[in-house]
């Protein structure tokens, strides 16, 4: 008691080395260097070796395009299967609640890979879909699980409070999911979709398998034609850190700009 | 149950002692490549060229060994050691001799172009426009995007780029003419055909390719080689998986 009056100094207590902050100088410089290292690998390796480098550059742009339809359609279509999926697993209808959980469990137990083959091979003899579309629909539904169970965490890290008073100010329902809860979760469930959206830009490699022609199979063929296994390989990896460097910049800048309750 | 494990480490100590004596190459092979070599029914790696080169190592004297390994990569592996050589049909090419050594060719191959049962294309040049299908990396392939205004597709196995055929995904596949009789003839006999064999103006070949300067493999495996093709047994093997 004797010590409040006595003015002792205050001790304070931060989060310490283990999170830092957005604004730390440590992370930045790291996310810089991997920044600048990049670029100026892709620019100085063609410079000084053109003979593979150079062409390889030449070869792998519509690559790079079709990574990204497929990424964007297959996010697009992941967050609405996320969406419904989240919502049908807190649902009190048993039989929405019922089947949602059965998909997560269901795609959250098999594989990417293996469900990209099922879909485009094993489907393919009773559906036929081209092939990007296929690969999309495999990714989404993948995903669409992985996003459900994020829409979940987000609606129910908000405070039932909320509901409650959405409730007993006549919302119902459905009122008090889109115009209470929702945009209240929507900034707790933005940081991991970008998260996912990270991922799953990484994951479309895999459908270079399906002959999809993206920035890995442009590689590979450029590759098993040249012998240049080792440039290439370079050159795809830079290029898919420089995409993800850049994306996850985007994202941090998204996720600050929307968190006004955190800041300090 | 020790008894037999022990025993089993005896006979198998006994096995490699023998085998000893002689060299062991390991050759590496993609074993989705029917007739010439894939992996039948009890997981062995069979074939025309796995049976050549067994012969080729009872002729000359070494002991082959066989590694399945993704058609993809296989001649990264090649260079950086992981075998001493490669027996998977692989066509003999000027860009390839820059990068490895061959041997004596012991197959003559072409190309065949495969479409659909319904379908009226007789070459590449009908197929203006349309995708076509081919492993990645092989000569097939190389065909297929050499043919002016045909969309190429690449595929890992060759059986994967058959299915898509056979689903009507693509118009078209360009592969060696045993391995398309293989699936044409025998696989999918109800809804695919042999349209025609490419014209490329060359003869294409097989030969088992080593690292470039690897004498010593080269001139067991030619050794090999020359002698099947002297006592004729290349000819019996046609017969017994090929057929002709």
Not at chain 1, 162 to 181: D, V
Not at chain 1, 185 to 194: C, F
Not at chain 2, 220 to 234: F, M, P, Q, T
């Amino acid at each position: 008691m004797a010590d409040r009056d006595t003015g002792v100094e205050k001790i304070e207590i931060g989060d310490g080395a283990a999170i830092p902050v957005p604004e730390d100088r440590g992370l930045l410089s790291a996310w810089w260097i991997a920044l600048c290292g990049t670029i100026g690998l892709l620019i100085v390796l063609p410079l000084v070796k053109p003979d593979p480098y150079a062409d390889i550059l030449r070869f792998v742009p519509d690559g790079i395009l079709v990574t990204f339809e497929v990424t964007i359609a297959s996010i697009s279509l992941a967050l609405v299967v996320g969406l419904i999926t989240g919502l049908g697993r807190i649902s009190s209808n048993r039989f929405f609640n019922l089947l949602a959980s059965l998909y997560v469990e269901v795609v959250r137990g098999i594989p990417l890979l293996v469900q990209l083959f099922y879909i485009y091979f094993a489907l393919g003899r009773f559906v036929r879909v081209p092939d990007i579309v296929a690969a999309v629909i495999a990714m989404a539904f993948c995903y669409g699980a992985y996003m459900g169970e994020v829409f979940r965490a987000g609606i129910k890290s908000i405070d039932f409070g909320q509901t409650e008073a959405s409730l007993s100010l006549g919302f119902n329902h459905r009122q008090t999911m889109m115009y209470g809860i929702l945009p209240q979760a929507w900034r707790t469930i933005l940081p991991p979709v970008g998260n996912e959206f990270i991922a799953l830009l990484k994951d479309t490699s895999l459908v270079s398998i399906l002959a999809v022609s993206d920035i890995l199979r442009r590689g590979r063929e450029y590759a098993s034609e040249s012998f240049n296994y080792f440039e290439t390989y370079t050159m795809i990896a830079l290029i898919y850190l420089l995409i993800t460097l850049v994306l996850s910049r985007l994202i941090s800048t998204m996720e600050h700009r929307l968190s006004h309750y955190e800041r300090r | 149950m020790f008894k037999s494990a022990a025993a089993t480490v005896i006979a198998l100590l006994v096995m490699y002692g023998a085998a000893w004596a002689e060299t062991t190459i390991v050759f590496a092979t993609d074993a989705t490549w029917p007739p010439m070599e894939f992996v039948n029914a009890r997981k062995q790696i069979v074939g025309y060229s796995i049976d050549y080169m067994k012969a080729a190592g009872r002729e000359a004297g070494f002991r082959p060994v066989f590694k399945n390994t993704a058609w993809d990569g296989i001649f990264a592996g090649l260079a950086s050691g992981k075998y001493d050589a490669i027996c998977s049909s692989v066509s003999i090419t000027e860009k390839r001799k820059k990068a490895m050594d061959f041997s004596e060719p012991y197959y003559t191959v072409r190309q065949a172009l495969i479409v659909g049962r319904t379908s009226h294309a007789r070459s590449l040049a009908d197929l203006k426009g349309k995708k076509v299908g081919g492993q990645i990396g092989t000569t097939g392939y190389f065909a297929i995007k050499a043919a002016e205004g045909v969309i190429p597709k690449s595929y890992d196995e060759i059986g994967l780029a058959m299915e898509d055929l056979n689903v009507g995904r693509i118009d078209a596949v360009v592969c060696d003419d045993p391995v398309a009789a293989n699936y044409a003839l025998l696989k999918y006999k109800d809804t695919l055909k042999i349209a025609s064999v490419i014209k490329t103006g060359q003869v294409e070949q097989y030969g088992i390719a080593v690292r470039k300067g690897n004498t010593g493999v080269l001139d067991l495996v030619n050794r090999g080689i020359r002698a099947v093709k002297a006592k004729g047994i290349d000819q019996e093997l046609k017969k017994k998986w090929i057929g002709q």
